[in-house]
């Protein structure tokens, strides 16, 4: 669906853009959430996408923070508000008010730490619980530059993703390793997702009107019985 | 939940990071109100007229008659017109829409509608604690963003990663210690923001009253961070089914149907969401159609440092509906105020037995340009008719936040889209006068 909207779309962004400043000049805006046990890498994963930059220092974030990011994907621009949340316990009253706000999520574990890895389950609830039910994650591991302090093979991180339905990517944020891949996959099944409410949304709102649809719906069928 | 349990050091760097949050908001707000302005003109050319029988022979968009058998139109999925061949946008391989209809999706993906629609499924209405919460924290931001402004000293202990990770919150650096003691004051404050929306305000405002500034950004800042998604989704608590019966009925009967339905929940859902918030314009089709509200208002925006006021120039209208239908007479003028707290009255002359009056009158409204955060300038089109009776044309609502007023787009003229009037308590602030 998304490409065939493209020219369309296309042409009615350009006569917003000729009147608005560059920062509205997308198409739409996707939320995204990145979660994950403290000092598994979330926020050098989000600046090493967002800025391009690495720091190896370990700043605890403060409960939430956000960057924003226009990709261009599949014929649209896409804006990212690509929230990063504070790994730690205590703040966990601020980050989960945020996930419900988020069309998909970024669950990362560290591969040097299986305390991470075993986090991970908790973290799934933690989405089920507080977010809506078709959010889209993608499971990352995250480090994988650091082969040689690897505690989390990536056959468990592989299983563990296909258990929890969740599509999984190794990455280094310090190497940049997959890291936009990881963004553009899950904005790409954001994309399908959306796709997918919207065509199921459609008969639901045309509810209203089924009987006229209904009277006229059998037409096309007719004209293949009559051959 | 309060922020009582974060250091204040913390508490200011969440706080800047609502206060991002909620600029960005801002802005997407007024895209999608832009966004629906031109949905609701597209309909408004594809609307059946009261005038026209409403029936099967002619095109629901074009208007253009259907032959009985050949161009005789086939049925849109979405709508349930007829649809001329040329009214109708491809999806897909072999499917296509109605052009309003098309537009209706297509409003619904850049606005992430579609997300709202799905989150509500899960979290109706009656469960919404945490878009408290964040409300809660954006009102906090509001009061001590404002302050960090204002006593201007160098950063006390704060280590150097933490100010090489954002150069942003140099802004939240200034931080003294009267600044904590308020803060401690504020927070005895929050306890009562649960209990009622009225304490909130008088706890902010009291806590103002302590420093320097004004009450009234407060208050108005209070109600912009209302906008939460949780409010839009609030909405959808109307079954939407029966909504949609009722309105298409009744737009039916008004005979200014603009036959998708989705058109008519999509608006209603919106003008729902939005009411309680100052980005509340576009209203439902039916009271669009009554008003009769049309044409564009051709507005530039400045904001002059030298002076410290805005300046408003107002170059002309076009396309306005006639004030006096019945005598097809119009005498326009324009009329603003600043919103929320309607301050700032300002008028440009009539001018007579017109639709497309040209103005090229420069208003100027005194403000500090820190208070124009979270201010909307208002702008209504009136016909000034006999006997000082009031005919209102139209309005339209412009964000004044600073982002805008260094916009170089919007120090040239622009054209609005004139909205119908709004129905919020704070967004609808154009009663005649």
């Given at each position: 669906m998304?490409?065939s909207?493209?020219?369309?779309?296309a042409s009615a962004?350009?006569?917003?853009?000729?009147?608005?400043?560059?920062?509205?000049?997308?198409?739409?805006m996707?939320?995204i959430?990145?979660?994950?046990?403290?000092?598994?890498?979330?926020?050098?994963?989000?600046?090493r996408?967002?800025?391009?930059?690495?720091t190896?220092?370990?700043?605890?974030?403060?409960?939430?923070?956000?960057k924003v990011k226009?990709i261009?994907r599949?014929d649209?621009r896409?804006?990212?508000?690509?929230w990063d949340t504070?790994?730690?316990e205590?703040?966990?009253?601020?980050t989960t008010?945020?996930?419900?706000?988020?069309?998909?999520f970024?669950?990362?574990?560290?591969?040097?730490?299986?305390?991470?890895?075993?986090?991970?389950?908790?973290?799934?609830?933690?989405?089920?619980?507080?977010s809506?039910?078709n959010?889209?994650?993608?499971?990352?591991?995250?480090?994988?530059?650091?082969?040689?302090?690897r505690?989390?093979?990536?056959?468990?991180g592989r299983?563990?993703?296909?258990?929890?339905?969740f599509?999984?990517f190794?990455?280094?944020a310090?190497?940049?390793?997959?890291v936009?891949?990881?963004f553009?996959?899950?904005?790409?099944i954001?994309?399908?997702?959306?796709?997918?409410?919207?065509?199921a949304?459609?008969p639901?709102?045309?509810?209203a009107?089924q009987?006229?649809?209904l009277?006229?719906q059998?037409?096309?069928?007719?004209?293949?019985?009559?051959? | 939940?309060?922020?009582?349990?974060?250091q204040s050091?913390?508490r200011?760097?969440?706080?800047?990071?609502?206060?991002r949050d909620?600029?960005l908001r801002?802005m997407e707000?007024d895209?999608i109100?832009?966004m629906?302005?031109e949905?609701?003109?597209?309909?408004r050319r594809?609307?059946?007229?009261?005038?026209?029988?409403?029936?099967?022979?002619?095109?629901a968009?074009?208007?253009?008659?259907?032959?009985?058998?050949?161009?005789s139109?086939?049925?849109?999925?979405g709508?349930?017109?007829?649809?001329?061949?040329?009214?109708?946008?491809?999806v897909g391989?072999?499917?296509?829409?109605?052009?309003?209809?098309h537009a209706?999706r297509?409003?619904?993906?850049?606005?992430?509608?579609?997300?709202?629609?799905e989150?509500?499924?899960?979290?109706?209405?009656t469960?919404?604690?945490y878009?408290?919460?964040?409300?809660?924290?954006?009102k906090?931001?509001?009061?001590l963003?404002?302050?960090?402004?204002?006593?201007p000293t160098?950063?006390?202990?704060?280590?150097?990663?933490?100010?090489?990770?954002?150069?942003s919150l140099?802004?939240?650096i200034?931080f003294t210690?009267s600044?904590e003691?308020?803060?401690?004051?504020?927070?005895?404050?929050?306890?009562?923001?649960?209990?009622s929306?009225?304490?909130v305000?008088?706890?902010l405002?009291?806590v103002?009253?302590?420093?320097?500034?004004?009450?009234?950004?407060?208050s108005?800042?209070?109600?912009?961070?209302?906008t939460d998604?949780n409010?839009?989704?609030?909405?959808?608590?109307v079954?939407?089914?029966p909504?949609?019966?009722?309105?298409?009925?009744?737009?039916?009967?008004?005979?200014s149907?603009?036959?998708?339905?989705?058109e008519?929940?999509?608006?209603?859902e919106?003008?729902?969401?939005?009411?309680?918030?100052n980005?509340s314009?576009?209203?439902?089709?039916?009271?669009?159609?009554?008003?009769?509200v049309a044409?564009?208002l051709e507005?530039?925006?400045?904001?002059?440092?030298?002076?410290?006021?805005?300046?408003i120039?107002?170059?002309?209208?076009r396309?306005?509906?006639?004030g006096?239908a019945r005598?097809r007479r119009?005498h326009?003028?324009?009329k603003?105020?600043?919103?929320?707290?309607?301050?700032g009255?300002m008028?440009?002359?009539?001018k007579?037995?017109?639709t497309?009056?040209v103005?090229?009158?420069?208003?100027?409204?005194q403000?500090e340009?820190?208070l124009?955060?979270?201010?909307?300038?208002?702008a209504?089109?009136?016909?000034?008719?006999?006997l000082?009776?009031?005919?209102?044309?139209?309005?339209?609502?412009?964000?004044?936040d600073g982002?805008?007023?260094?916009?170089?787009?919007?120090?040239c003229?622009?054209?609005?889209?004139l909205?119908?009037k709004?129905?919020g308590?704070?967004?609808g602030?154009?009663?005649q006068?």
């Open positions: 998304a490409s909207h493209g020219i369309q779309m962004t350009a006569t917003y853009g000729q009147k608005e400043s560059s920062d509205q000049n997308f198409d739409y996707f939320k959430l990145i979660i994950g046990n403290s000092s598994v890498g979330k926020t050098s994963f989000l600046f996408y967002a800025d391009d930059s690495f190896p220092a370990f700043v605890s974030t403060v409960g939430i923070d956000f226009t261009y599949n649209k896409i804006k990212l508000q690509i504070a790994g730690q205590r703040y966990r009253t601020i008010a945020y996930y419900r706000g988020a069309m998909g970024i669950l990362m574990y560290d591969i040097t730490n299986e305390e991470s890895f075993n986090a991970v389950q908790d973290w799934s609830t933690q989405i089920k619980t507080y809506w039910d959010a889209q994650v993608l499971l990352v591991g995250n480090k994988c530059d650091m082969e040689d302090e505690v989390v093979n990536g056959d468990r299983q563990l993703s296909e258990h929890l339905g599509e999984f190794e990455a280094s310090k190497d940049n390793i997959n936009k891949q990881t553009e996959r899950l904005v790409d954001i994309c399908e997702k959306m796709s997918e409410s919207l065509d949304g459609d639901a709102v045309t509810g009107k009987g006229p649809q009277t006229e059998p037409a096309p069928p007719h004209q293949d019985c009559a051959c | 939940m309060d922020l009582d349990f974060l050091l913390e200011e760097r969440v706080l800047e990071v609502l206060q909620k600029q801002l707000e895209r109100r832009r629906k302005c949905l609701q003109e597209l309909r594809g609307a059946k007229s009261c005038a026209r029988q409403y029936g099967e022979r002619t095109c968009r074009c208007q253009r008659p259907l032959g009985k058998f050949w161009n139109g086939d049925v849109c999925r709508c349930s017109h007829r649809i001329c061949s040329k009214c109708r946008v491809g391989a072999a499917d296509w829409k109605c052009t309003v209809c209706y297509d409003v619904k993906i850049r606005s992430g509608e579609w997300f709202l629609e989150k509500f499924k899960k979290f109706p209405v469960e919404n604690k878009e408290t919460v964040g409300e809660t924290l954006l906090t931001y509001n009061v963003s404002h302050i960090s402004v204002v006593p160098p950063p006390p202990h704060l280590d150097q990663q933490f100010l090489s990770r954002s150069g140099k802004n939240s200034p210690k600044v003691d308020l803060m401690v004051s504020f927070t005895s404050h929050m306890r009562k923001i649960s209990t929306q009225s304490d305000q008088g706890g405002l009291y103002d009253g302590g420093r320097k500034g004004s009450c009234v950004t407060f108005s800042q209070k109600s912009l961070s209302d998604i409010k839009s989704s609030r909405l959808f608590k079954p939407s089914l909504n949609l019966f009722k309105r298409s009925k009744d737009s039916d009967h008004e005979g149907s603009t036959g998708a339905e989705e008519t929940s999509f608006s209603s919106y003008s729902g969401g939005k009411r309680g918030s980005s314009i576009c209203t439902d089709g039916g009271r669009f159609e009554s008003i009769g044409g564009e507005l530039a925006l400045a904001y002059s440092g030298d002076a410290s006021c805005l300046e120039t107002v170059g002309a209208c396309n306005l509906s006639h006096d005598r119009c326009p003028y324009v603003f105020y600043v919103l929320p707290e309607k301050s009255k008028k440009t002359t009539v007579k037995n017109t497309d009056p103005y090229n009158e420069v208003l100027k409204y403000i340009r820190h124009l955060f979270g201010k909307r300038l208002h209504s089109v009136w016909h000034s008719g006999t000082r009776r009031k005919v209102f044309l139209g309005e339209i609502l412009i964000p004044l982002w805008r007023c260094e916009d170089k787009a919007s120090q003229f622009n054209w609005y889209p909205c119908p709004a129905e308590p704070d967004g602030a154009a009663e006068d």
